[in-house]
């Protein structure tokens, strides 16, 4: 089960594993970096995130609060690009 109404990613269990997260949803694209923070970039289209231009970028506390905190900012900015 997601943690989001809108994209499929797992639960902050995943990244408190050390991995990263990429996805996207009709145009709009998304990776989180995990490291010391949880670090999210946002861009439209079908590149990866080396070759795409960034679009939003934001870093989130590694905690559940500052995952749920993301999720939040994530799922807000796709709906800005659709109002």
Request: glycine share 8%.
């Given at each position: 089960?997601?943690v989001?109404e809108?994209f499929?990613?797992?639960?902050f269990?995943y990244?408190?594993?050390?991995?990263?997260?990429?996805g996207s949803?009709?145009?709009f694209s998304y990776?989180?970096h995990?490291?010391?923070?949880?670090?999210?970039?946002t861009?439209?289209?079908?590149?990866?995130?080396?070759?795409?231009?960034?679009?939003?970028?934001?870093?989130?506390e590694?905690?559940?609060?500052?995952?749920?905190?993301m999720?939040?900012?994530l799922?807000d900015?796709?709906?800005?690009?659709k109002?």
């Open positions: 089960m997601s989001s809108i499929e990613i797992p639960k269990y990244f408190e594993s050390g991995n990263d997260f990429s949803k009709d145009d990776k989180i995990n490291g010391d923070v949880l670090k999210c970039l861009w439209h289209g079908r590149l990866c995130s080396m070759k795409a231009e960034i679009e939003n970028e934001a870093e989130f590694r905690s559940q609060e500052g995952f749920d905190a999720i939040k900012w799922e900015k796709y709906k800005e690009g109002s």
